[in-house]
């Protein structure tokens, strides 16, 4: 591993307060062949802020690191095992928590950060989880939203259990993949085995289901042209592969993480409206972890971009340093 960035990964004469860019970017090799694209924003002397996206499967948006205050953090992102800029692109194989884990420790020695502060919604806060319980002294704190245990009773509220909330959407979708048994299995069993048009007709149906259920109301079946085609059947390859598989975590783990988190500075954000995550979760991860503070957001969804949430989350990002 190259510890030293290329220099043309630094983006000289580029003002550090403009988020939408990186200021340092580059790819890291992390082993089972794979390699992670990673970028930096905000200020190189600020406090270190490491961003974990959703999904999993999703990767990084443009629009991310304006969820923070490019002028107080040193902003960290970076694509996940198969996704986004990361190489290979939708690729299942060697990929797991523990190896996600394992790429977050690398990319922070890349860096020679000694700590950081740990950001991620959704997927992204089970991830924070898993990472800050196996290096808690490289962990500053934590800013989690849309709490995810990775239980198999939230993943079976995604595929079924929100099914009175919005039920056309969800009739479209258990269509897809007729059958008996869990429907979960069913779905991430159809977009990782059957061939490119079945697969897609899947995920074109998970898209509209789960964009229905953070909108609140029915939302139009996605049309993709071929390059956003095969985008998304990777990105739903991986996120299939990580529910079909619980996550690669054994049940209960969230428990013992939370033990080993015990006393460290976490700030829990949940809209009132979220209903691809479920409340509970929050309340549950809040309840064993008696230090933390669980913040409700008004006006929110599942979505980090809505103006509450990001208000929330930019409060709570102030309170660490």
């Keep these: 591993m190259n510890d030293n960035p290329a220099p043309d990964e630094v983006r000289s004469g580029a003002s ?3 988020h939408s860019r990186p200021w340092q970017q580059g790819m890291l090799e992390v082993g089972d062949g794979h390699a992670i694209w990673f970028g930096q924003y905000g200020n190189p002397g600020g406090i270190p802020l490491l961003f974990l996206h959703g999904g999993p499967g999703s990767g990084c948006s443009p629009r991310h690191p304006g969820l923070f205050d490019a002028s107080r953090f040193r902003i960290v992102m970076f694509d996940q095992r198969g996704c986004g800029r990361s190489t290979p692109r939708g690729a299942p194989a060697a990929n797991t928590t523990a190896g996600l884990v394992a790429d977050i420790e690398r990319l922070r020695r890349h860096l020679g950060i000694e700590r950081w502060l740990v950001s991620g ?10 990472w ?19 239980r ?5 509220w995604f595929f079924d259990g929100a099914a009175a909330l919005q039920p056309t959407a969800h009739a479209r979708l258990a269509a897809c993949v007729p059958g008996n048994g869990r429907l979960a299995e069913r779905i991430c069993d159809a977009v990782l085995e059957n061939g490119h048009g079945l697969a897609l007709n899947v995920v074109r149906h998970w898209m509209q289901w789960e964009d229905s259920l953070t909108r609140g109301q029915p939302a139009p079946l996605p049309q993709l042209d071929a390059a956003s085609a095969a985008r998304m059947l990777d990105k739903y390859r991986v996120q299939a592969h990580y529910l079909r598989h619980d996550c690669f975590l054994a049940e209960g783990e969230w428990r013992r993480q939370a033990a ?8 829990l954000l ?3 409206r979220d209903a691809v995550c479920r409340p509970e979760g929050a309340l549950a991860l809040h309840r064993h972890l008696p230090a933390s503070r669980l913040a409700w957001v008004d006006d929110a969804g599942h979505d980090p971009f809505e103006p509450a949430m990001r208000a929330a989350l930019r409060d709570a990002c102030a309170s660490f340093g």
Excluded: E, K
């Excluded at 919604?121 to 898993?130: E, F, K, P, Y």
């Excluded at 196996?134 to 709490?147: E, K, S, T």
């Design 16 to 18: 550090f307060a403009d």
């Design 270 to 272: 949940h809209g009132r």
């Design 260 to 267: 080993a988190l015990a006393g460290l500075p976490i700030v």
């Design 132 to 150: 800050s319980a196996q290096h808690r002294a490289a962990c500053l704190g934590a800013v989690l939203r849309g709490i995810f245990l990775a």
């Design 152 to 156: 198999r009773s939230d993943i079976d």
């Design 121 to 130: 919604g959704s997927w992204g806060s089970t991830l924070a989880l898993a």
